[in-house]
């Protein structure tokens, strides 16, 4: 189990005609929270170790559209 997180996404825009525009942001405070985790153990050497899963990175985009 890796606990409880909370990822924040935020979007504005604006619609003019049949112009349309949004400037989002994806995870804004960057968080790094470990979404996943499981035990390994490599075959040649028995070796034990962890592969652990990260969220996505801060993503920032716009987005336009055209409808006529």
Request: proline share 6%; glycine share 8%; no cysteine.
């Amino acid at each position: 189990e890796t606990g409880s997180k909370t990822t924040v996404d935020m979007q504005l825009g604006f619609r003019r005609g049949g112009i349309r525009a949004a400037l989002y942001v994806n995870n804004l405070f960057d968080d790094k929270t470990i979404t996943g985790a499981r035990a390994y153990v490599n075959p040649t050497n028995y070796a034990r170790s962890f592969i652990v899963q990260l969220p996505p990175p801060r993503q920032i985009g716009l987005r336009v559209s055209l409808k006529y």
